[in-house]
């Protein structure tokens, strides 16, 4: 490996993981704050990739950028009001269960509205081309886009969280609602918001990584399991856990790829004699390459059987 | 007694008219087994709408005066899934199955007709596969109930690499393919016949990545690139390929081509559109621009579904069923097996032959270039004014492979 493929597979790795870390953000507030495991989230990513695609043919990729999150924090909110808070007193299963069938719902709706096959979701032409070019390999402006609109993202949650009023309510309603409700304020709505700018995160990496990558009826069902397994690994309810485990996800799955090294290697150089007639061949045989896109999930387990609470978790529950 | 001999007489003409025709006027059910779901819902979509759309044409004009109906069922592209699709089929009355997508549903299908059609005399089941290509499906696993419509992985790699073998600029070429059979298959053949053809060529890579797993393929263009790779030659599909291209055009990686076998299927076209122009190839029996009926019918089709009518071998299906009718006098599947087996028709891409030691269709290839549509070739794809360019047609002596098949026949 020398110097050029590493830089490039670092910024290829670092950007992949800002995305990851924008799509999961939205989920890990909403999880930390309500206990609420919402497993519609990147079907909000979904509907902000398609609606930005309908928005920036009407009226542009820039106002699109901010309307399309916009709507789809509305749609979450709406989500909380009139199906989430009514299930709520039912416990942790009914509210569950309402998420799963939301995303179904959503699914066939994309399909209805937009139809099954791929939309061509374009960036404008200021985002498309390389931004610079690294030992003749180009790194396009898209992905710089994204790492840049991650990092502003990241910046303002945090901001919004610890450095204005409607944060510190935020956070106190969650760890005594009734004293919040008691001191006036309104506990439900701010659950509201909480959804519906969870949901609202979702959909601005929708409209970023739909066009950097694919939009299509089943880009949430590829990112679904991924983001969860973001969530645990940097730790229940830590906006940064989340940021952390997004970037060690995305530089650990590019290396993987570079890797051609199998199990079988590994016993040679140690001296063992194995053939393809050997037992377990098909599974020595494989290398850290083919396996790369499985790696995080790898790191779910250890994560859990090690270190429960995740990287930067707080909860011991 | 002279009336009784009449009659007789006039029966007898009666029943011999009768069989002559018997497939006037009959109902042929088609059950369609294929995702309606999941990641493979867009491309099933469009074969389903493929195979109504052209039941509606061949009813129209078919020889042999029978009336086609689709049964669209929905097999999650999963082998069990598939079984219990097939057992709906077949309650509904269908006796032809045509499925595609997949070589495990494939095998699935043919397991379960070889038991059902040896304990069921007089319902035999008919299977057209018109798009799984593993080479084993008519080898080690060849059943006479199975007709291949597409050619298979290794007919397709044959073309491929007589196509690559007359090009110098070919040096270094790097494989990168689904870690499945298929993939693995693109894998094997593009080395053995590269080996045989080219021994000069280096193979600089060959990665193996789980399907439809991926969503970021820029490390492997890296590594792509790293390995000094003029040529890359894949059997993704679908989104796979579709990302692997879009990451290709986004890191500039202008001066490799692309040798695939899925560049024209749903997803693939918008993702490589204006930058890769030039440097896509694909191997297949067909394209959106050719002459004569199915030129009409994929224009006609593309007004009408706004989508392109890529799976040519669902045009092969009806002719070939409609000849081998004509021929049985009978639509039904015992009689018409025996006619398919070493028939000859004339379809899009020039007279095909329907090999009777393996049920694997013979048929002539082309190689396709993504070029910008306009002239001759006006029909681009999924609207992004540009399509395959056909550079290079292989006749079926060309890309035929031989066969291991011992196939058990009815006795």
């Known amino acids: 490996m020398n110097l050029e493929f590493f830089v490039i597979s670092l910024l290829n790795g670092v950007s992949y993981g800002l995305l990851l870390f924008m799509l999961s953000s939205g989920l890990t507030l909403i999880f930390s704050m309500m206990g609420v495991l919402n497993f519609a989230h990147t079907s909000f990513y979904m509907l902000g990739a398609y609606i930005a695609y309908t928005l920036s043919g009407l009226v542009g990729f820039w106002v699109a950028l901010f309307v399309a999150p916009l709507l789809v924090g509305a749609l979450g909110a709406a989500f909380e009001r009139y199906a989430l808070r009514r299930v709520h007193q039912y416990g942790h299963v009914p509210e569950l269960l309402v998420t799963f069938g939301l995303s179904y719902l959503v699914l066939e709706v994309v399909q209805l509205v937009w139809g099954r096959s791929t939309v061509p979701y374009g960036l404008p032409a200021q985002l498309q081309g ?13 992905r710089s886009f994204v790492m840049l609109v991650a990092l502003l993202m990241l910046l303002s949650v945090w901001l919004l969280l610890t450095r204005t009023r409607i944060g510190l309510v935020i956070q106190a309603a969650l760890k005594h609602p009734d004293m919040v409700e008691a001191l006036g304020h309104n506990v439900p709505r701010v659950f509201m918001l909480v959804l519906g700018g969870g949901c609202a995160l979702a959909g601005l990496a929708g409209v970023i990584g739909g066009n950097t990558y694919v939009t299509e009826p089943a880009m949430a069902a590829s990112v679904g399991s991924i983001i969860f397994v973001v969530v645990v690994v940097g730790g229940m309810g830590s906006l940064a856990g989340a940021f952390l485990a997004s970037l060690l996800i995305g530089v650990l799955q590019t290396f993987a790829v570079a890797l051609d090294y199998s199990l079988a290697h590994a016993l040679r150089a140690a001296g063992m004699a194995v053939t393809e007639q050997t037992f377990g061949w098909p599974l020595l045989k494989l290398t850290v390459s083919q396996v790369a896109p499985i790696l995080p999930y790898l790191l779910l387990v250890l994560i859990l059987i090690f270190r429960p609470k995740g990287l930067l978790g707080t909860r011991e529950d | 007694m002279r009336f009784a001999i009449k009659a007789v007489a006039a029966s007898a003409i009666l029943v011999s008219a009768g069989g002559a025709f018997a497939q006037k006027g009959d109902t ?4 369609w087994l294929d995702p309606l779901s999941g990641l493979m819902a867009a491309v099933g979509t469009n074969q389903l709408k493929s195979f109504q759309f052209l039941s509606e044409e061949f ?4 020889a042999a005066g029978v009336k086609f109906e689709i049964i669209g069922i929905d097999n999650k592209l999963s082998p069990q899934e598939t079984t219990s699709a097939l057992r ?3 309650d509904q009355g269908a006796r032809y199955v045509v499925q595609g997508n997949g070589s495990g549903p494939a095998l699935a299908i043919i397991d379960a007709l070889e038991k059902h059609n040896a304990r069921n005399p007089g319902k035999e089941v008919m299977y057209l596969n018109y798009a799984a290509v593993d080479p084993d499906l008519t080898n080690s696993k060849c059943s006479y109930w199975h007709f291949r419509l597409d050619a298979d992985t290794s007919m397709k790699m044959e073309a491929m690499t007589t196509f690559m073998k007359d090009l110098p600029e070919v040096k270094k070429v790097y494989l990168i393919n689904q870690n499945y059979s298929h993939g693995q298959q693109v894998s094997k053949f593009a080395k053995e016949n590269l080996a045989r053809k080219r021994p000069d060529v280096q193979i600089v890579g060959d990665d193996l990545h789980p399907l439809a797993q991926v969503r970021d393929f820029a490390p492997y263009i890296a590594k792509i690139k790293q390995s000094g790779a003029d040529s890359v030659i894949t059997g993704n599909w679908g989104s796979d390929l579709a990302l692997l291209i879009k990451a290709a055009n986004d890191a500039g990686l202008a001066n490799v081509n692309f040798y695939t076998y899925y560049g024209g299927v749903t997803g693939s076209p918008t993702a490589m559109g204006a930058a890769a122009a030039g440097r896509v190839y694909m191997v297949s029996y067909n394209h959106l621009n050719l002459p004569g009926d199915i030129g009409r019918v994929v224009t006609e089709y593309k007004k009408k579904f706004n989508d392109d009518m890529y799976t040519g071998a669902v045009y092969h299906a009806f002719a070939m069923l409609d000849a081998a009718f004509v021929k049985a006098k009978s639509t039904d599947p015992v009689k018409v097996a025996p006619m398919l087996e070493g028939m000859k028709f004339n379809s899009f891409n020039g007279e095909v032959e329907m090999r009777k030691s393996d049920h694997q269709l013979q048929q002539g290839l082309f190689v ?17 004014g540009y399509t395959f360019v056909p550079v ?8 035929s492979t031989p066969t291991s098949c011992q196939m058990k026949r009815p006795s």
């Open chain 2, 392 to 399: 290079k047609y292989y006749e079926p002596y060309v890309a």
């Open chain 2, 28 to 31: 042929v059910k088609i059950a």
């Open chain 1, 130 to 142: 390389p931004l610079f070019t690294l030992y003749g390999t180009q790194f396009p402006k898209s």
């Open chain 2, 88 to 90: 709906s089929a077949m």
């Open chain 2, 368 to 384: 396709s270039k993504w070029e910008k549509a306009g002239g001759k070739y006006p029909n681009d794809a999924e609207n992004t």
């Open chain 2, 59 to 62: 009813n129209k004009k078919n």
